[in-house]
């Protein structure tokens, strides 16, 4: 084969090399956002089917310059949802009066805790909202209320999170830098121990994409899922696709909500690994022992699974309808199941709660029906 003089034999090889891995990438669901919100081109390579890889041109870089002054300077109201727990909340909000961008205005979400919040708050916090449920509605029921008065009382921008995490005190400034319409920024997350996490992108499941955007050092901009862990969100997006869902309870109303907003907009989700929000992840660990064996199992009540496999599965049913990710969903529920047979010593218990939840999703029973209670161990 003859090589044109004007490309070298490498560089052709090169030129095809890059292509393939470009059409391989679309291939496994490329996390590219729609063509109408890229900014420069982006090339995807993946690390399996299982697994995403991204380098400094993969996904496209958000520049400050771009974004309206007008927008930028919108009022933020932050929305904190808060049950008995008054020292985590006291830290929250302690961080949110700190902030470098000051937050125009903070409503806390008290889930009928019955144990002084608001007086606490009246007290330590001037200026700051307190909501009374009249009965705990859970975190999604919570983030409804909250999300729902906040855009009522025409907030352009909505902060919203749980009381057990903080923001740094640059969090906001760094997030309103990319502030544009039709934008969500979300925050990279760090528990006590340092660890880095909340870059997800959804193929059908979720893939940790936290180490390669962090190695990026930029704000990245994608298909990216979130938790309501330190999200800031631009009020037109609650226009187009609504509340979260209040009938959910608890667990996976947030990234209902997020996938909603891939469904149903073109809005732009822009990870910003240069806003930290400290916060720990799923709680304590525990030891367990099965014919020798020894594994750290997660802590989480039995209760919580119920909520997480209902929601999880009436999303992909309802919302979602698409057979990729039941299948994720069905295989991602055997593992744990066979864990909670083997480790735990209240697997009776939770078996039927799994199956339960199982169950409800599929004929979308939703709403409050397992009461939060501890495990009896």
């Known amino acids: 084969m003859r090589w044109p003089t004007s490309e070298p034999p490498e560089i052709h090889l090169l030129t095809r090399f890059l292509a393939q891995l470009k059409r391989r990438a679309s291939n496994y669901g490329a996390f590219i956002c729609p063509p109408h919100l890229l900014r420069g081109s982006a090339v995807v390579t993946t690390s399996g089917i299982f697994g995403a890889r991204l380098h400094s041109t993969d996904m496209n870089s958000i520049s400050t310059s771009s974004t309206s002054a007008i927008t930028s300077s919108g009022r933020v109201c932050a929305v904190v949802v808060t049950f008995r727990r008054p020292e985590c909340l006291c830290e ?3 961080g949110l009066q700190s902030q470098t961008r000051p937050v125009d205005h903070i409503l806390v979400v008290d889930n009928a805790s019955g144990d002084g919040t608001p007086d606490l708050v ?18 999604a029921g919570g983030f409804y209320e909250g999300m729902k008065r906040a855009h009522e009382a025409g907030f352009e921008w909505i902060w919203v999170m749980d009381d057990d995490g903080v923001p740094a005190r640059d969090c906001l400034e760094q997030m309103m830098a990319y502030a544009a319409p039709m934008t969500a920024m979300v925050p990279l ?21 936290t180490e390669e955007i962090v190695r990026a050092g930029q704000a990245r901009q994608g298909a990216f899922p979130f938790a309501f862990v330190g999200p800031l969100m631009s009020r037109d997006i609650i226009d187009q696709v609504g509340l979260p869902n209040p009938e959910f309870f608890i667990w996976f109303d947030d990234w209902e909500f997020a996938l909603r907003i891939r469904l149903k907009t073109r809005a732009r989700i822009v990870a910003v690994p240069k806003a930290l929000f400290y916060h720990d992840f799923g709680g304590k660990s525990v030891e367990r022992r099965f014919l020798g064996r020894t594994t750290r199992r997660s802590a989480q009540q039995p209760w919580k699974t ?7 599965l009436y999303t992909f049913t309802r919302t979602r309808k698409r057979p990729r990710e039941l299948w994720f969903y069905a295989r991602n529920q055997i593992k744990p199941l066979i864990g909670d047979i083997l480790f735990e010593p209240d697997r009776f218990e939770r078996v039927r709660l799994r199956f339960k939840g199982v169950f409800d999703g599929l004929f979308g029973r939703l709403g409050k029906r397992v009461e939060p209670t501890a495990s009896k161990k």
């Open 92 to 94: 929250c909000l302690s």
């Open 122 to 139: 009246a007290r330590e916090f001037a200026g700051v909202e307190v909501v009374v449920l009249p009965e705990n509605g859970g975190g």
């Open 189 to 209: 997350q760090q528990d006590s121990d340092g660890r880095q996490y909340g870059f997800f992108l959804w193929r059908g499941h979720n893939v940790d994409v």
């Open 306 to 312: 119920y909520y997480e496999t209902r929601n999880q």
